[in-house]
């Protein structure tokens, strides 16, 4: 069965990118029609969703964070990534990344399989 | 604030059924059927209960079920259990440009 793994650093300092992958294991990040998300969630707050790539590269991206996000896709490692630029504070959340079922149907933006979730903290 | 409006918390007995609401426009829960619910355990990840207002995910208990009407969607819990404490999370494609929006979230509390 599926299983996604979010590694990265977890200290980010402002103005610098926060980047984050997702290892894809179970399962080849090609195979069935399935986009691949990153969400994230402040702590004691709601879910926010980033973005998502297919593996063709098509991408989808949260209009408030598309001119810092860039989500990429490297099915020879069965990874995808996750880069946001000039972070701040605000940038502060937990990173999710998970199997989005959006292949499926242009409109479905469900997300099925979920990693565990890594903490990134912006500060100096 | 969240695009979508969920109560803060809702409580309820063993055995018993709680109802939770999402609240959006029809611009997203009222204009798609496209509505679906997440539970979260504390410091975990949240899990898919609910997908096209009212599929429910194989393996995910019937005792889960979702409806809809107008801009309101609803998740109710039947015969509540302890382990069913956690976070819940309504979310809806939306045909403005964020393409999907979550509501607030809201804390049931098994009592």
């Known amino acids: 069965q599926v299983q996604l793994q979010e590694s990265g650093p977890g200290l980010v300092k402002p103005s610098q990118t926060l980047s984050l992958t997702c290892t894809v294991s179970?399962?080849?990040?090609?195979?069935?029609?399935?986009?691949w998300s990153w969400i994230r969630q402040p702590a004691g707050k709601g879910l926010e969703w980033i973005g998502r790539?297919?593996?063709?590269?098509?991408?989808n991206y949260n209009p408030s964070l598309k001119s810092r996000v860039t989500i990429s896709v490297d099915t020879s490692k069965n990874q995808f990534s996750l880069k946001l630029s000039s972070v701040t504070a605000a940038d502060t959340a937990v990173y999710y990344c998970?199997?989005?079922?959006?292949?499926?149907?242009?409109?479905?933006?469900?997300?099925?399989?979920w990693g565990k979730g890594t903490t990134v903290t912006v500060s100096s | 604030q969240s695009a979508l409006t969920q109560p803060a918390s809702v409580s309820g007995s063993p055995g018993q059924s709680i109802t939770i609401s999402c609240t959006g426009t029809?611009?997203?829960?009222?204009?798609?059927?496209?509505v679906s619910w997440y539970q979260q355990h504390p410091g975990k990840a949240p899990k898919l209960m609910i997908y096209?207002?009212?599929n429910r995910p194989s393996g995910v208990s019937n005792r889960f079920s979702g409806s809809k009407s107008g801009n309101t969607a609803s998740l109710t819990i039947s015969g509540l259990q302890a382990e069913d404490e956690a976070d819940y999370y309504c979310?809806?494609?939306?045909?403005?440009?964020?393409?999907?929006?979550f509501g607030g979230g809201t804390k049931l509390t098994v009592l």
């Open positions: 979310s809806s494609y939306t045909s403005s440009s964020t393409h999907v929006v």
């Open positions: 998970a199997r989005d079922l959006g292949g499926l149907n242009y409109y479905y933006y469900y997300m099925d399989v």
């Open positions: 096209d207002v009212n």
């Open positions: 029809s611009s997203d829960v009222g204009g798609y059927n496209y």
């Open positions: 179970g399962g080849s990040i090609s195979s069935g029609s399935y986009y």
């Open positions: 790539i297919y593996t063709s590269g098509s991408t």
